[in-house]
């Protein structure tokens, strides 16, 4: 728990959130600013900042969440897709820096785009720079 951290208040009950499921681990709320009718917000219990901080245990909690909620999310408002996307990490967009997922319902002609606009400009890269980032990750 971090003290100055609002979802942390959220798992505390110190500040009140609708919950609409909860783990062990992991805690799922509707967003108090939503894009869409029933976005909602998983995140670990635990205070993390970022992905890869979880613990696998925890991981899988808020995953594993996210997998059950999306079709009860989908029926709940009536809603044809969903985007599912974290912002992970300041410059990525996160403005609250406790781990969460982000899952928006979406409907035929929302007038929203793919998760592509998410990034900057494509970058141009060749045969060779691919093959060499895919040895980065990989190695
Ligand atoms: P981020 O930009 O960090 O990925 O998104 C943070 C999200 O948390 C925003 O969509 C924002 O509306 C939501 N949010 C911020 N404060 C609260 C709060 O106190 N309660 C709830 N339910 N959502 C919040
Ligand atoms: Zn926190």
Known sequence: ???????????????PARVVAETDDALAFLDANPMARGHTLVIPKAHHQRVADLSREESRAVFDLVHDLAPRIEDAVDADAHTIGVNDGPDAGQEVPHAHV????????????????AAGERPD???????????????
Request: charged fraction near 25%; proline fraction near 4%; include cysteine.
């Open 1 to 15: 728990m971090s003290d100055d951290c609002i979802f942390c208040s959220i798992v505390a009950g110190d500040i």
């Open 102 to 117: 982000h899952v928006i319902p979406r409907f035929d002609g929302d007038g929203g785009g793919p998760i592509h606009v």
């Open 125 to 139: 890269l060749g045969d060779d720079e691919l093959d060499e980032i895919a040895d980065a990750i990989g190695a």
